[in-house]
């Protein structure tokens, strides 16, 4: 029986990042070595090229695929994020390279389509591929608690269940190049999008994006719907920045809404 027909998780332990099994060689270049040998530049690489069998490309052209299957996988492992939301978020709504791209991942044994979950060995490469982002790239949550259902239009029963996660996710977010936070906005319950500190004596972070709300509740029915595609953050503060905050606006609607059903009666 060939080795990539025993299921992953009865080859490898599923609970460490793909490719813990490799060794470092500090003498030799390039420095990383599989099992079988070969040498890699990178665990990415080894991912992309050894396990994948796909060709690197010039080094933008690396970077920009094996980021893209971090955000795929990162996607499909929050369960929440239904795969309309998946299609207009990370494939410009172009849902035949949405399709093909679900085929591929599933081909290759790490998730069942864009629609299913992912596999152990799925969610290991995402575990490596988000320990090795560049320094200059924001950290991608994994494991972070979310709120699991609501008690309607309370605004006290769940109120303390919230706070605590929120400042959990609120903690993570400091280390991130953009945020989201929750503000005051002229006495108004509100969220703000915060860019990329700038400046050379003291850095200030620059307002991309603001939105009131007529109460604390409804601020933090957004701010959990944003909290559950906290990896998106980076590239939602890419699009306020190059774009403008109406074109966020836009986004964020078309993205809340994609898979609401149409109700007629």
């Known amino acids: 029986m060939d080795q990539q027909d025993i299921p992953y998780e009865q080859r490898r332990n599923p609970n460490l990042p793909f490719g813990y099994w490799c060794i470092a060689d500090p003498d030799g270049f390039p420095h990383l070595i599989d099992e079988l040998g070969r040498r890699w530049s990178s665990l990415r690489e080894y991912i992309w090229c050894g396990r994948l069998c796909m060709a690197r490309g010039s080094d933008w052209q690396f970077t920009a695929m094996t980021e893209f299957l971090l955000a795929v996988l990162a996607a499909l492992d929050r369960r929440i994020v239904h795969v309309e939301e998946r299609v207009n978020d990370l494939f410009d709504g172009a849902w035949d390279v949405a399709r093909h791209y679900g085929f591929w991942l599933e081909g290759h044994k790490l998730s069942e389509g864009l629609t299913g979950d992912l596999t152990p060995e799925g969610r290991a490469i ?111 503060v890419e699009l306020a920045r190059g774009s403008g905050a109406q074109a966020l606006t836009e986004h964020i609607l078309r993205l809340r809404f994609a898979d609401e059903t149409i109700e007629l009666g």
């Not at 190049?177 to 004596?201: H, Q, W, Y």
């Open 126 to 236: 995402l575990v490596a591929l988000a320990s090795t982002r560049g320094a200059e790239a924001a950290p991608i949550p994994i494991g972070l608690p979310t709120i699991a259902r609501w008690h309607g239009i309370d605004g006290g029963d769940t109120c303390e269940q919230r706070e605590r996660v929120f400042k959990v996710n609120e903690s993570f977010a400091l280390d991130l190049p953009g945020r989201f936070v929750r503000e005051r906005i002229n006495r108004d319950p509100g969220i703000k999008l915060i860019g990329i500190p700038t400046g050379e004596n003291i850095p200030l972070g620059r307002v991309l994006w603001t939105m009131t709300f007529a109460d604390e509740y409804a601020r933090d029915r957004l701010f959990t719907w944003l909290i559950h595609r906290l990896d998106r953050w980076e590239a939602w």
